[in-house]
């Protein structure tokens, strides 16, 4: 797959926890419903950014959760508490749309490739969370956020 360019469909299995976050603005951004949510360190120690696949993920950044509404627009003239994003936190379950799993694979980490692929590989990607089950196209991961991207 590739980065989003419009909202995920998505699904909440039990009860969803979100945290409203503002959004970094120290370069434009827009975020859709379903990017992974990163504290870039080396970019903002304060506000989370969309993961897109072009961000090289550093094992002291952070996985703060699922983007759980957009199509949000920022701009780097923006006051930077302008933009506000709520976001799904740990221990939500989200259902993402994904081939990649099945459920022999229940319990791995999961970590996204980009913004819309779920993926079984570290390299510089967020780890998101565990494998929790596949139904009906959908593989729900547990969000284990906040998370430290240690692996990356």
Not at 56 to 77: C, L
């Amino acid at each position: 797959m590739a980065d989003l360019t419009k909202n995920a469909s998505l699904r909440i299995m039990g009860e969803g926890y979100t945290q409203e976050w503002v959004l970094d603005n120290s370069a434009a951004q827009t975020v859709y419903k379903g990017s992974p949510m990163i504290l870039d360190l080396s970019e903002d120690t304060l506000y989370p950014r969309a993961f897109v696949d072009a961000t090289v993920v550093a094992a002291t950044d952070v996985f703060v959760g699922i983007a759980a509404e957009g199509v949000i627009s920022v701009a780097t003239t923006d006051t930077e508490t302008a933009n506000k994003c709520k976001i799904w936190t740990g221990p939500t379950i989200v259902g993402f749309k994904s081939a990649v799993f099945d459920d022999a694979d229940v319990g791995k980490t999961v970590y996204m490739s980009d913004s819309g692929t779920l993926s079984e590989t570290v390299a510089d990607n967020p780890q998101i969370g565990k494998l929790h089950r596949v139904l009906d196209g959908y593989a729900y991961v547990e969000l284990t956020a906040p998370q430290i991207c240690a692996g990356a």
